[in-house]
């Protein structure tokens, strides 16, 4: 038995000895897949489209709240200054029509934004197949992803948004009358704009109103002359696209009256809000955002004298 022993493990010894040498860890990739997620609202497909992540100082932006009610806040969150903002699209397949609601920030803001084209690749579809691209307000993270240059980024889509927008950010007197430092952010839409513009692909609306059945255009004024959130409804079910309603749901969602400075007008945006918060946590229907951590996508529920955001549980098949 003792020879049968020392046998195997001199053998032993010999495979690990012909064993190759262990190699180094491959290199980090420090990057994410493209990102797009998947919902089914009765009838209709929904797929939440990445544009990618942006630093912001909210500290210096969010107006109406205390440095310590935020510091407090967004530490409860486990977050710090500056914080790292999702920016979201929706793609939405009625079976008909093929809409994209917000285009992104395109080259607007940054190397870390733009990623649209991507997920929507990613996510199976090309941008010949849209149809219909809806704007909630023509803030460049929302327009500038709209157009490549002088050429549509999306060839064969109409583009549409509510007609107080239009007004006001494809206006050079509108323009001319902005302190320089807000100067640019006209500049950014009528450049995505243009494009369509000149193609006869662009239809403003006016107010509420059903643009393609199953998705509604909602007025909700404020946060820029003619914002709009937009209703997807299929089957009795809903979702509701807030685009910028909120922006820090670490803060906004507990303490609903706080703004933010890129409101056009703060009183009528914290209206709106407080408004869409509560018919979403009575109601109990899914809400969605452009800010909201990707995929952005769950429901509201009363907490206390704010609310508190549901992420919807995911789903490997939608």
Do not use: C
């Not at 500049?187 to 704009?193: E, K, Q, T, V």
């Not at 959130?229 to 685009?243: A, P, R, V």
């Not at 529920?301 to 995911?314: D, Q």
């Amino acid at each position: 038995m003792k020879t049968l022993t020392n046998t195997l493990t001199a053998l032993a010894l010999g495979i690990a000895l012909l064993a190759p040498a262990a190699q180094a860890a491959g290199p980090m990739q420090k990057t994410q897949a493209p990102g797009f997620h998947r919902v089914m609202l009765g009838d209709i497909e929904v797929t939440v489209l990445n544009d990618g992540t942006v630093n912001l100082p909210m500290s210096q932006l969010l107006t109406n709240i205390t440095a310590e009610k935020y510091q407090a806040d967004i530490k409860r969150s486990f977050l710090s200054d500056p914080i790292e903002t999702s920016v979201n699209a929706f793609l939405i397949n009625t079976g008909a029509k093929l809409v994209l609601i917000d285009s992104g920030a395109g080259g607007l803001f940054g190397p870390t934004l733009g990623k649209l084209q991507a997920s929507l690749r990613a996510a199976g579809y090309t941008p010949e197949q849209v149809d219909e691209i809806y704007i909630t307000h023509m803030h460049g993270d929302h327009v500038g992803g709209l157009s490549a240059g002088d050429k549509p980024a999306f060839p064969n889509a109409v583009v549409r948004a509510d007609k107080r927008d239009a007004e006001f950010w494809l206006s050079k007197e509108q323009m001319e009358k902005a302190p320089e430092a807000a100067r640019g952010g006209f500049r950014g839409a009528m450049a995505m704009l243009n494009p369509y513009l000149a193609a006869g692909r662009f239809k403003a609306f006016d107010g509420s109103t059903e643009l393609v059945p199953g998705v509604s255009a909602v007025a909700s004024h404020g946060h820029t002359p003619g914002h709009t959130t937009y209703l997807i409804e299929s089957k009795g079910q809903k979702l509701m696209l807030w685009g910028d309603l909120m922006h820090v749901a670490a803060v906004q969602f507990a303490t609903p009256p706080v703004t933010i400075q890129f409101d056009s007008d703060s009183a009528a945006a914290a209206q709106q809000r407080a408004k869409a918060y509560a018919e979403a946590a009575a109601q109990g229907y899914l809400v969605g955002a452009a800010h909201l951590s990707f995929p952005g996508v769950g429901r509201l529920r009363s907490e206390g004298s704010g609310y508190a955001f549901v992420p919807l549980n995911y789903r490997a098949a939608p």
